[in-house]
């Protein structure tokens, strides 16, 4: 059960069948396991041995795909790097994985290159594109030259397949361990629950080094269907493939369905969407108005929302005959996942009441990479948490209130800003909104929005605060609103809360 195997199998039967389309090119589920063959063969022709790594630093590109493959079939562990990371964030994730290989594009050669000579770890460094830059290895050549036959290593399912980095929004991010095990499994049951099979053609429009669009990746690929990879998210672009390609099912982060569903009319309506029939949204959750301005531009898609991390890949996930009737849930467990709602004491608490979200099931983490203690303080026994509060209604239904730090204590009351931004985004003049606790002599914290207008609106701090007025408790209401042109998120498109707040703190003496 290791993707390598798997996508062996279906070159035997899906042979001339498109696996991969990207730009103008395309592979074949034959070529796809050719190229990847070489790819494996030319790195054990070279030494590389099971449980070595190599990072991965480039947008999305075609030749991920084979690169997963190959990794996968000799037991090499993947370790994919955020293209937007510089120099001394890039060295710390080569360092602290043990990376001894990196493939690359040609347009971070330089970025890389400055690096190489501090990191000797790196024995080969191969890059997609032409490079001036010297001791490298090109990527064609480098397939050229090695073998399309069966690489010989034997991987197992237990074996490790990739090494994904959180977002690190607080400290050095955290290497999460995942064995092919989890990702597999992890893949059966998103097309189980999604309906993804071999008819299906997925976009991928994510960041293919982040959590979800990986394991959708892989999802498609592992029912024998195709992938369309797009190099970065345009709009746009996403609605020309659709037409194009008759893309069938689609994961977006929030905050890029808010983008697609926000052109302008003329540009969406000149193009044939109808094909679609899946679409899958998490990372942060959806407000209502945008899943009612999905639903209004996609027809008779079946919408879902799911919530999960690096560590558990999907945990939760709202089906469509509920994503309506139930406002602001995530649904239920996921298939082989169990949910417990714990207090600060580790006791479930009562349904309907607020405690930390823990989970267990086949898809989680082996552990934290190097970092036991870490590992430690987030499961309990044998059920993890990264620190979200939950709550659970009568029907079994669970709702993410927060963030456990990103909850706000005024006058010794717990206040959790999803409760009022969710009022916010109902605003039609408010395209993202952000809510924080601020310092207060007297509350300890106070309510503070921060918001980002639509175009060519405007709107005072008053009527943000009277605008909430009636639709939540008086405490909940924004003490004082500020105006931005966007709000800082990170790649995976949450909010980055902590660079708000720290403009607010810095020269406190308490930071809550």
């Not at 197992?156 to 050095?172: H, M, P, R, V």
């Amino acid at each position: 059960m290791t993707i390598g195997n798997i996508i062996r199998q279906n070159a035997l039967k899906y042979k001339n069948k498109p696996a991969v389309m990207f730009q103008n090119t395309q592979l074949t589920y034959d070529e796809l396991n050719n190229r990847a063959n070489r790819l494996a063969n030319a790195l054990l022709n070279r030494g590389y041995q099971k449980g070595d790594k190599v990072a991965v630093f480039m947008k999305n590109h075609g030749v991920h795909a084979e690169i997963i493959v190959a990794l996968s079939k000799i037991g090499v562990i993947f370790v994919p790097i955020n293209y937007r990371l510089v120099g001394p964030e890039i060295d710390y994730i080569i360092r602290h994985s043990d990376s001894r290989g990196i493939i690359l594009t040609a347009e971070y050669a330089d970025d890389v290159g400055a690096l190489l000579t501090d990191l000797p770890q790196l024995d080969t460094v191969i890059v997609v594109g032409e490079t001036a830059l010297e001791k490298t290895l090109d990527y064609e050549k480098l397939l050229e030259q090695a073998s399309t036959s069966e690489p010989k290593m034997e991987v197992t399912e237990a074996d490790t397949f990739y090494i994904g980095y959180t977002s690190g929004t607080t400290g050095k991010p955290k290497g999460v361990v995942i064995s092919h095990k989890s990702r597999v499994v992890t893949s059966m049951a998103a097309a189980f629950e999604y309906k993804i099979d071999d008819n299906d053609v997925h976009l991928v429009g994510g960041p293919i080094y982040h959590a979800a669009p990986l394991i959708f990746l892989v999802t498609q690929l592992i029912v024998g269907g195709t992938i369309v990879i797009h190099e970065t998210f345009k709009p746009d672009k996403v609605l020309k493939d659709i037409e194009r390609y008759q893309i069938t099912n689609m994961f977006l982060a929030p905050t890029m369905y808010n983008f697609l569903v926000n052109i302008e009319t003329k540009v969406k309506q000149q193009f044939d969407i109808s094909s679609m029939r899946v679409l899958i949204s998490a990372g942060s959750p959806l407000a209502t108005k945008s899943k009612e301005d999905i639903q209004d531009f996609f027809t008779n898609v079946d919408l879902h929302e799911f919530y999960g991390s690096t560590e558990s890949a999907i945990t939760l996930n709202i089906k469509p005959r509920d994503i309506n009737r139930k406002d602001r849930s995530v649904g239920l467990p996921f298939p082989l996942v169990e949910c417990l709602l714990l207090d600060e004491n580790k006791e479930v608490v009562p349904q309907g009441e607020i405690g930390e979200l823990y989970f267990k099931g086949p898809y989680l983490l082996d552990t934290y990479y190097k970092n036991p203690e870490e590992t430690a303080k987030c499961f309990h026994n044998g059920y993890f948490s990264v620190g979200d509060m939950g709550v659970q209604d009568a029907e079994g239904f669970y709702s993410i209130v927060d963030r456990k730090k990103d909850m706000l204590i005024s006058g010794g009351v717990n206040i959790y800003p999803r409760d009022i931004e969710e009022v916010l985004y109902t605003h039609p003049n408010i395209l993202d909104v952000a809510v924080i606790g601020v310092p207060d002599p007297v509350w300890g914290e106070s309510v503070k929005a921060i918001v980002v207008l639509r175009d060519n609106e405007n709107l005072t701090e008053k009527e943000v605060i009277q605008f909430c007025e009636g639709k939540i408790a008086g405490y909940k209401k924004p003490r004082s609103v500020s105006f931005l042109a966007e709000l800082p998120r990170n790649p995976s498109g949450k909010i980055l809360k902590n660079e708000l707040r720290n403009h607010y703190w810095e020269n406190t003496e308490s930071k809550i």
